[in-house]
T-cell receptor, first 111, second 113 residues
Framework: LAKTTQPISMDSYEGQEVNITCSHN???????ITWYQQFPSQGPRFIIQ???TKVTNEVASLFIPADRKSSTLSLPRVSLSDTAVYYC????????????FGSGTRLQVQP | NAGVTQTPKFQVLKTGQSMTLQCAQD?????MSWYRQDPGMGLRLIHY???????DQGEVPNGYNVSRSTTEDFPLRLLSAAPSQTSVYFC????????????FGPGTRLTVL
């Protein structure tokens, strides 16, 4: 299973852009990179997924360099409601291996 | 669609008791999994299933059993509850494990005395 490493915590202020980087040095050719968000007392919620280069949706962007050994989740103009734990996962694109979560990054957004 | 449902929401057990945590999904997903989350920690995979009749162990399977007799249901059984199993348990499902969004249930908060 590809292991991921993320910062334990980050602080930001409302309106700022937040970038959370995840390291996954032993990512395999079939692996995709997925980010989840978790609020207290709730299950994680899917944010974004990508394989290479850049992916953007209505809530975030995901940047993946050519070697795919890391990825960066970018949250534009965060608000207080973005305070949560963010998890980076590396998953097998064939669907035959299980997904595992690491410890995640605890983002605290202040006014 | 109800999505992923879990019952019960809360449960208190005494050491040595057994119980089954229920999980059901109505999205016709092949992949289902159980995680536990201890306070202030990330999620750890207990067991998972890639389809009806197929289950496998995750990172922390000891003390838990699962079965997958139907696509919809994936119950988690605690054989003999221990205080170390006090945790929040999440069930999740997706079309497959790798590249598809996982949908999580609301969780079951279990306390073992």
């Amino acid at each position: 299973l590809a292991k991921t490493t993320q910062p334990i915590s980050m602080d930001s202020y409302e309106g700022q852009e937040v970038n959370i980087t995840c390291s996954h040095n032993n990512i395999a050719t079939n692996d995709y990179i997925t980010w989840y968000q978790q609020f207290p007392s709730q299950g994680p919620r899917f944010i974004i997924q990508g394989y290479k280069t850049k992916v953007t949706n209505e809530v975030a962007s995901l940047f993946i360099p050519a070697d795919r050994k890391s990825s960066t989740l970018s949250l534009p103009r965060v608000s207080l409601s973005d305070t949560a734990v963010y998890y980076c996962l590396v998953g097998d694109g064939t669907g035959r291996r299980a997904l595992t979560f690491g410890s995640g990054t605890r983002l605290q957004v202040q006014p | 669609n109800a999505g992923v449902t879990q019952t019960p929401k809360f449960q208190v057990l005494k050491t040595g008791q057994s119980m089954t945590l229920q999980c059901a999904q109505d999205m016709n997903h092949e992949y289902m999994s159980w995680y536990r989350q201890d306070p202030g920690m990330g999620l750890r995979l207990i067991h998972y299933s890639v389809g009806a009749g197929i289950t496998d162990q995750g990172e922390v399977p000891n003390g838990y059993n699962v079965s997958r007799s139907t696509t919809e249901d994936f119950p988690l059984r605690l054989l003999s509850a221990a205080p170390s199993q006090t945790s929040v348990y999440f069930c999740a499902s997706s079309y497959s494990s790798g590249i598809n969004e996982q949908f999580f249930g609301p969780g079951t908060r279990l306390t073992v005395l």
